[in-house]
């Protein structure tokens, strides 16, 4: 197995706990844990190296809520974190950069801010913004996936390219939290179309056997959260894995 394949678990936050919603909708909400530090060092104390901090809050409100559990994550884990929900002023970006995340990833600002995302790249550039490419029948999804969009997601993806974007995290929103698979198709079109973009599959990883499927096709990694929480995949399995 490539040990360049990155297993890179997942904390979702609302009200600063640990959350999982099934498909986006919050109104199918489950509370893992009230303290998302404990979860975060679980994932540490594995061997892993990653995590996918997502503030459900700030993607509702359009604006960064959870900064401070950010900010104790990074202080008190050597986890290399990148954010997510809620990012969309220069404000927002300095805030969670300045709080510790490594990466921060860009879904709605990206479609309905162009101009600002790009500015994002040209100044931060392609190794720290993440370009979010969550899709819906293979069009794009934003605004925590309450709102879609006529966006094919490899024409969206292709453009920014274009202009620097290195990472893509791409979630199809039919499959997130039902535990049923990960899209497999739609990366390996992402693929095909973009073969030098670094692919962060999210969303349906339910089995090892998924995310090994996943790590055979070259992506740059995966993002787990449920199976996790759910005891479908164990963190020893995946520190075997990453190891």
């Known amino acids: ?9 997942a904390i979702d936050l609302i009200e600063g706990k640990c959350v999982r919603l099934t498909q986006g909708d919050y109104a199918q909400k489950k509370i893992y844990n009230e303290n998302p530090l404990e979860v975060a060092k679980q994932f540490e104390d594995a061997g892993l190296t990653r995590l996918h901090l997502v503030d459900l809050d700030g993607a ?9 559990v950010l900010e104790t994550l990074a202080s008190r884990t050597r986890l290399h974190i990148d954010f997510g929900g809620g990012v969309q002023s220069d404000d927002d970006l300095r ?20 101009e600002l995302f790009e500015a994002w790249l040209s100044q931060y550039g392609g190794d720290r913004i993440i370009l979010g490419a969550d899709a819906r029948n293979e069009k794009v999804a934003v605004s925590g996936w309450e709102e879609g969009t006529e966006l094919w997601v490899y024409d969206f993806v292709e453009r920014y390219l274009e202009k620097g974007v290195r990472y893509a995290i791409s979630t199809d929103v039919a499959k997130d939290g039902l535990l049923q698979g990960p899209s497999f198709d739609l990366y390996k079109n992402l693929q095909d179309k973009c073969p030098d973009l670094h692919i962060i599959a999210s969303g349906g990883v339910s089995t090892l056997a998924d995310v090994e499927k996943l790590a055979q096709m070259k992506l740059f990694g995966v993002i787990i ?6 005891n479908r995949i164990t963190l020893s399995q995946l520190k075997a894995f990453s190891s």
């Not at 509702?60 to 401070?68: D, I, M, P």
């Not at 805030?95 to 162009?114: I, M």
């Open 225 to 230: 959260g449920k199976a996790i929480y759910e």
């Open 60 to 68: 509702k409100a359009k604006r960064v809520v959870n900064w401070k």
């Open 95 to 114: 805030v969670v950069f300045e709080s510790g995340a490594k990466q921060v990833t860009g879904g709605s600002v990206a479609v309905k801010q162009p």
């Open 1 to 9: 197995m490539k040990s360049t394949f990155h297993i890179i678990p």
